[in-house]
Each structure stands twice: as structure tokens, then as C-alpha cells.
């Protein structure tokens, strides 16, 4: 299975930035994590990160128009909680998309108890820090097994 991991706005400084939420490991090591969890398993891992918005759209539109992975791990950051654009890039395409946080939104501020995204993603994965995005594989292979 080919498996795109996506993350959005912040996330390159995973590891640095609120270390007391997020932890010490970069987003570099995180990826490596799971580049061998999916190699363990026989799946493909391809990484994407990006500040832009913009550029999260056009990688979702890639991946569905080229066909380049069978379903996505997508940490949004904080566009989870607004972004109308990336969620109508989820529902047009037709690729499951997993929601990730590695942090719980739900025991944080009110503001990230909202996802503009989650009705349009195949399931939510949030609170088990970088273990949120090796469940959310576990889930999508499961799911797409079936
Ligand atoms: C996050 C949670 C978001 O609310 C926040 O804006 C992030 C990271 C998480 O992984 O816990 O940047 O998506």
C-alpha cells in the first residue's frame, strides 16, 4: 500500500516548539519512525510537509489525480480548525484521509475542539503524541482490507 503522510502549518517544528505538548521528537525522526513501521509492514510511506495551505490543496489534488497513494495521514496543525479549502480538497477527492493530532484537541482550548475536517475524513486519531500517526496507518490498512 502506498501511504501519504501528510502534516501542515507548524509542524516542521515538531520537536522544538511546545515541547510540554508535542515532545522532543522532530517531525525528521517522527517520519523515520514511521518510514519503518510501513516498511516492517510492506507499505510505502511518502512524506509532505508545508506551511502553505495552498500547497497542502495541490498535494491532495496530486495524490488523487496521479494516483500515488492509496490513502493519507493528514495532520492539518491549526488549518484543522478552519480551513474550508482543505476540507473541500478532502471531500474532492476520492482517497481516504485519516485525521491526526498528536496532541488531545479535545482536553486543550475550545478553539481546537472544532474540525472543519473531520466529516470529510474516514476517522480522527488524537492524544497518543507520534503514536497518533502510526494508529491512524494501523486504522487505514484495516479499513481499506476490508
Ligand atoms: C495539532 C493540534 C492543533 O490544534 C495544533 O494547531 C497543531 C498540532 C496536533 O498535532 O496536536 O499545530 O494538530
Do not use: W
Request: with cysteine; proline share 1%.
Amino acid at each position: 500500500m502506498k501511504i501519504l503522510v501528510m502534516n501542515g502549518v507548524n509542524l516542521n517544528l515538531t520537536g522544538k516548539r511546545e515541547q510540554s505538548v508535542y515532545g522532543r521528537e522532530t517531525l525528521e525522526e517522527i517520519n523515520a519512525r514511521i518510514a519503518a513501521y510501513c516498511k516492517e509492514n510492506g507499505d510505502d510511506a511518502e512524506f509532505f510537509q508545508s506551511n502553505y495551505e495552498g500547497a497542502l490543496v495541490d498535494k491532495l489534488h496530486e495524490a488523487f489525480l496521479n494516483r500515488s497513494a492509496d490513502g493519507i495521514i493528514f495532520n492539518a496543525g491549526a488549518f484543522t480548525h478552519y480551513s474550508y479549502a482543505l476540507r473541500d480538497a478532502i471531500a474532492a477527492i476520492d482517497l481516504p484521509v485519516v485525521e491526526v493530532h498528536m496532541s488531545n484537541v479535545h482536553a486543550r482550548e475550545e478553539f481546537r475542539r472544532t474540525s472543519v475536517i473531520s466529516e470529510v475524513c474516514r476517522g480522527t486519531v488524537s492524544g497518543f503524541g507520534a503514536g497518533s500517526y502510526l494508529a491512524a496507518i494501523t486504522g487505514l490498512k484495516a479499513m481499506l482490507k476490508k
